[in-house]
């Protein structure tokens, strides 16, 4: 999230430093001849409003995890449509890549669970490629069990801990 906060801050910095501004001392001249002074607005610019539009599309889609049964790997049919949605995204932004980041819950060996969160990321990763998305735009990394999302020791902690979640990082 810091590394979306950081190009973003610089985009936002790029996107002002290029917009036009014009001045107080800048004028025109109307049909009579008069010389008037132009006011400087303080609308947004139309980079501001856009990027502050693709802050908020990439945080929605962040938000969004696919999850999977205990042991499995094979992509749920009931998550193609945030599939579907992130691919889409991430084929319309060509400055956008998203690292799949694998995980499982606390249940069997770490070796196992790297394993298995890595087989779950590329199983995504394979999803995403089929869509269209580029393969150079996608990553695939495995946590195991090192980053639960609920902590406890129940079903529904677990069920919570078998995911992929997704990071964009626009270049």
Same mark, same amino acid.
């Given at each position: 999230?810091?590394?979306?906060?950081?190009?973003?801050?610089?985009?936002?910095?790029?996107?002002?430093?290029?917009?036009?501004?014009?001045?107080?001392?800048?004028?025109?001249?109307?049909?009579?001849?008069?010389?008037?002074?132009?006011?400087?607005?303080?609308?947004?610019?139309?980079?501001? &409003?856009?990027?502050?539009?693709?802050?908020?599309? &990439?945080?929605?889609?962040?938000?969004?995890?696919?999850?999977?049964?205990?042991?499995?790997?094979?992509?749920?049919?009931?998550?193609?449509?945030?599939?579907?949605?992130?691919?889409?995204? &991430?084929?319309?932004?060509?400055?956008?890549?998203?690292?799949?980041?694998?995980?499982?819950?606390?249940?069997?060996?770490?070796?196992?669970?790297?394993?298995?969160?890595?087989?779950?990321?590329?199983?995504?990763?394979?999803?995403?490629?089929?869509?269209?998305?580029?393969?150079?735009? &996608?990553?695939?990394?495995?946590?195991?069990?090192?980053?639960?999302?609920?902590?406890?020791?129940?079903?529904?902690?677990?069920?919570?801990?078998?995911?992929?979640?997704?990071?964009?990082?626009?270049?």
């Amino acid at each position: 999230m810091k590394k979306i906060a950081v190009a973003l801050a610089s985009l936002m910095v790029v996107a002002c430093a290029s917009s036009v501004k014009n001045g107080p001392a800048s004028q025109t001249n109307d049909k009579n001849g008069a010389v008037a002074a132009n006011s400087n607005t303080s609308a947004p610019s139309v980079a501001a &409003i856009d990027l502050s539009k693709l802050t908020a599309e &990439i945080q929605n889609l962040e938000k969004q995890s696919d999850y999977f049964d205990y042991n499995k790997f094979a992509v749920k049919a009931e998550y193609q449509n945030i599939l579907r949605k992130e691919a889409e995204f &991430i084929k319309s932004h060509k400055q956008d890549f998203v690292t799949l980041q694998g995980n499982a819950d606390e249940r069997g060996s770490e070796g196992y669970n790297l394993d298995l969160g890595n087989k779950r990321a590329v199983a995504v990763e394979l999803s995403l490629q089929q869509m269209g998305v580029p393969a150079t735009q &996608i990553k695939a990394v495995s946590f195991g069990e090192d980053k639960p999302r609920l902590t406890c020791h129940l079903e529904k902690c677990w069920k919570e801990n078998r995911r992929v979640d997704f990071v964009h990082q626009l270049n």
